[in-house]
C-alpha cells in the first residue's frame, strides 16, 4: 500500500504562490497527478508528471501558472503555483498510479492522499 502525503496548502491572495508538497512512501516512483475539487464540484485534473519526470501535462486553466516536478531521492512531487486566482480555491489532491492511457482520468490513479486546502481571497 502506497500512502501520500500532501502539505504547504493555506489561504493567500490573488497573485500570490503556494507550492504543494506531496510525499510518498513508494519504493518505486509512480507517474503522479494532482487533482482540485472545488465545493459542489467535480474532482477535475490539474497536472501529471511521469515516473521519469521527462513529461508533464497541464490542464489549460493553470497552464503557465503551475509547474509540477518530482525529486525521486526524496520521494515528493511538487506543485508550484504562480498567480493564483480566486477561481483556483479548492482541497488538492495528488495520485499515484502506474498509467496507461489518458493521464487526466482521475479513475487511472491507485493511489491517493487525504487532500490539502487551497483558499485564494479576491
Known amino acids: 500500500q502506497v500512502q501520500l502525503v500532501e502539505s504547504g496548502g493555506g489561504l493567500v491572495q490573488a497573485g500570490d504562490s503556494l507550492r504543494l508538497s506531496c510525499a510518498t512512501s513508494a519504493r518505486n516512483p509512480y507517474d503522479m497527478g494532482w487533482f482540485r475539487q472545488a465545493p459542489g464540484k467535480e474532482r477535475k485534473f490539474v497536472a501529471h508528471?511521469?515516473?521519469?519526470?521527462?513529461?508533464?501535462y497541464y490542464a489549460d486553466s493553470v497552464k503557465g501558472r503551475f509547474t509540477i516536478s518530482r525529486d525521486n531521492a526524496k520521494n515528493t512531487v511538487y506543485l508550484q503555483m504562480n498567480s493564483l486566482k480566486p477561481e483556483d480555491t479548492a482541497v488538492y489532491y495528488c495520485?499515484?498510479?502506474?498509467?496507461?492511457?489518458?493521464?487526466?482520468?482521475?479513475?487511472?490513479?491507485?493511489?491517493w492522499g487525504q487532500g490539502t486546502q487551497v483558499t485564494v481571497s479576491s
Open positions: 495520485a499515484a498510479g502506474a498509467l496507461t492511457g489518458d493521464y487526466s482520468s482521475f479513475e487511472k490513479y491507485t493511489y
Open positions: 508528471i511521469n515516473w521519469s519526470g521527462s513529461m508533464t
